[in-house]
């Protein structure tokens, strides 16, 4: 923290509620909001009220024809409503091949053409944006990425799963490199059923789905780079196959599995984290075919789903019940099924000042 005197603290504090859009136009009045806006203390400070802020969040979806690509950002409402929608550009002229993962209001993208695979960090809030370097040891195509912050280095990590067990690496922002997660973190003999996923990050750790003789949850710190176990739930009766969708998510700072088949969806969260007796049942709904995946919690108990089934273009807000037209929340109409247009996964976001090119 720099030194500030008394006014300053007292001003931090009441413009650390103002919205990004507003803090932008701030930063062009005088040298002196410009600087205090952009130090890392404030935007900190700023960051850790609106990620405890309900009404900060935003919902972020991609869509586009072939080249022509763009974003729409709309604020989450705690009505069954999605309001307030802009339109983005894209960080890039290259074409978006893949949203993997957000953090903080940064978002960890996959452009394209070709290999090797290259990678953007980007923040819809700010517009800022980097090209990462591209991998250093592996170029396989069945993997799953996790973007973290690294309280100890106080940096953002990218870390890379390798399905095929082959390579996991790890980008710490600072260094500007990939490097390779040596085998003598403690890592175990397992399957790795992630394939695709966004890896769940909460208490400064990357979590992902496998199976070792039965499901297992496995956890890597982002700091030590070591690997753990997490208890997985046992419940009698409780039946998962190997022909079941599975995944692993945060929802309200939980650390939560789900399991869904054309059935039946499961949502279970480990209250206390590390504690194998405190996983909760937050709900199971009839699927009717959807294939739902968590996205957030709201403080009334109430989950946002993305429904799989059309690559994440519908969302659904659910407490108990089923799917239907009347707790789908996008699209808002059919007139919003528009031939020809891609829309992919929607990701709720946090707005931020975190600036992607420094991670301040």
């Known amino acids: 923290m720099g030194t500030h005197n008394i006014q300053e603290e007292i001003i931090m504090d009441i413009i650390s509620r103002l919205p990004v859009k507003s803090l932008l136009r701030f930063k062009c009045v005088s040298e002196f909001w410009n600087t205090l806006i952009s130090e890392p203390y404030f935007k900190k400070k700023h960051l850790k009220f609106h990620a405890n802020n309900q009404n900060s969040q935003k919902l972020l979806f991609g869509q586009g024809i072939n080249r022509n690509f763009y974003f729409l950002s709309s604020s989450l409402s705690p009505v069954h409503i ?24 940064l978002f960890f993208m996959e452009i394209w053409p070709g290999k ?14 980097i090209i990462l ?33 082959q390579v996991d690496e790890i980008l710490a922002l600072k260094s500007g490199s990939w490097k ?8 175990v003999d ?16 990357f979590h992902w789905y496998g199976y070792s003789g039965g499901q297992i949850v496995v956890s890597l710190n982002i700091s030590s780079e070591k690997y753990e176990i997490i ?25 939560c599995v789900y399991f869904s088949n ?33 996205m957030y919690r709201f403080s009334n108990g109430e989950v946002l789903l993305n429904d799989m089934k059309y690559s994440g273009r519908d969302v659904y807000r659910i407490s108990d019940g089923s799917f239907g037209l009347s ?3 996008w699209p808002l109409n059919s007139d919003d099924d528009i031939d020809g247009v891609m829309t992919y996964i929607g990701i709720v976001y946090t707005e931020s000042l975190i600036n992607p090119t420094l991670g301040h």
């Open 82 to 105: 999605v309001k307030d929608i802009q339109r983005l550009d894209s960080p890039t002229q290259l074409a978006i091949f893949k949203i993997h993962c957000c953090c903080d209001g």
């Open 327 to 329: 707790n789908r929340i």
């Open 180 to 187: 390779r997660i040596h085998e003598t973190s403690g890592r």
């Open 190 to 205: 397992y399957y790795r059923r992630c394939e695709g996923e966004c890896l769940a990050f909460v208490h400064g750790a």
């Open 133 to 165: 370097p591209h991998l250093e040891f592996s170029d396989e195509e069945l993997y799953a990425y996790g973007l973290g912050y690294d309280s100890t280095t106080d940096d953002y990590k990218v870390v890379k799963i390798d399905i095929n067990d």
């Open 262 to 294: 054309e059935i039946i969806f499961n949502l279970w969260a480990m209250k206390i984290y590390g504690v194998k007796e405190s996983w909760t049942n937050l709900f199971t709904i009839p699927t009717n075919g959807q294939h739902p995946t968590p």
């Open 231 to 255: 208890p997985f739930l046992e419940i009698s009766g409780l039946q998962i196959s190997s022909e079941d969708e599975l995944g692993v998510s945060v929802l309200g700072g939980m650390l």
């Open 116 to 129: 090797p695979y290259r990678f953007l960090l980007w923040n819809p809030s700010t517009r800022e944006s």
